[in-house]
């Protein structure tokens, strides 16, 4: 088994910490997608979304999409549980792991393609107004997630998930996407501190 | 038990489709979102990303985001799956739901968002060169699909999933989002006539 990712990116660093998080040991391999490594005819074979990470395993099956390769690992090594327990745990989990990826990871990452001109070969066309309201979206999403976060630990209730990897990646991807964060969002703050001291954030 | 929707959206289509195939009923309300019905205090209440559907269960607890919902159902009642079977089985469900939901549905909802003059009051700024931009990227995924539905009965494998319904209504919505598809998917128009004729498809 072996992950290829490219260590720089937000999506293989969810993978790196949701593992670390599971002490799970996995070999991961290096190409660079910003040389277009991920275009290459055996890459898209392998994924014809031509994105990391990409896992495959033993007999050769290649599984992508982050969340995917995270449930695969869920699946094989259940605990800690970080996609929730039970029905109704396991659907806020999926909930708020959505609304921090398809609100917040996501607008960060559009504004991220659709800004920085060393994207524009990989991003086409490049739509800076699009890139621009990203921002906006992303910060509305913050002073969202702030209100949640009033008196709860973690994004999904009192247990650390998935949410929380998907938000702090994002959140930390705010520099390179050149996003600022709103002013006095005092439970993303308190919030952010304890994420980022979990051992799991170095990876 | 209740589930709110807006029944012309597609997002609640797929809610209904997943219940049909699963054989569970469940009582839906209308509201319309057109007329900003998911921006009053109560509805943000339910859900602060104003969007439908919402599992609203007996207790009270609100559940959004469309697979969060289905993936309640999936763990309340497991037969058929719909997310797939065994480790392995339910990483390739996760990856081709995810392939279709933020490549091709998520590119057909942009096209619509931004360039429907209906819409100019949900989605603000509407950035008509990225309504464009995403027309192309749905019909490249369809290109990937066809290719993908070489010999195989169901867009993960030999099985219905629910990525067939996150497809099924994504491409039923190109209609109202006025993208023509591609000459020549014969795959795909094989499979589509295949999902489409199954009793779920009229819910």
């Known amino acids: 088994m072996r992950i290829i990712e490219t260590r720089s990116a937000p999506n293989p660093r969810r993978v790196r910490i949701f593992l670390a998080e599971k002490g799970i040991s996995v ?83 559009q504004a991220f393609r659709h800004l920085n001109h060393k994207m524009s070969h990989l991003e086409v066309p490049q739509v800076t ?12 999403m913050l002073v969202m997630l702030d209100e949640a976060l009033k008196g709860r630990a973690f994004i999904a209730g009192e247990d650390y998930s998935i949410a929380d ?8 991807f705010m520099k390179p996407a050149r996003i600022e964060m709103p002013a006095g969002l005092t439970n993303v703050a308190r919030w952010r501190q304890s994420v980022s001291s979990r051992p799991s954030a170095q990876a």
């Open 27 to 109: 070999p991961f391999e290096e190409i660079d997608i910003m040389a277009e490594a991920a275009k290459t005819p055996p890459f898209v074979a392998l994924n014809p979304m031509q994105r990391v990470p990409v896992l495959i395993l033993d007999d050769g099956t290649a599984i992508s999409e982050t969340v995917a390769i995270c449930r695969y690992f869920e699946e094989i090594e259940p605990e800690p549980a970080l996609f929730g327990r039970g029905a109704v745990g396991r659907a806020v989990v999926e909930m708020w792991n959505r609304r921090m990826e398809l609100g917040l990871f996501g607008a960060i990452g």
């Open 129 to 140: 107004a699009w890139g621009e309201a990203n921002k906006d979206k992303a910060r509305s």
């Open 165 to 172: 990897i998907t938000a702090l990646v994002a959140i930390d």
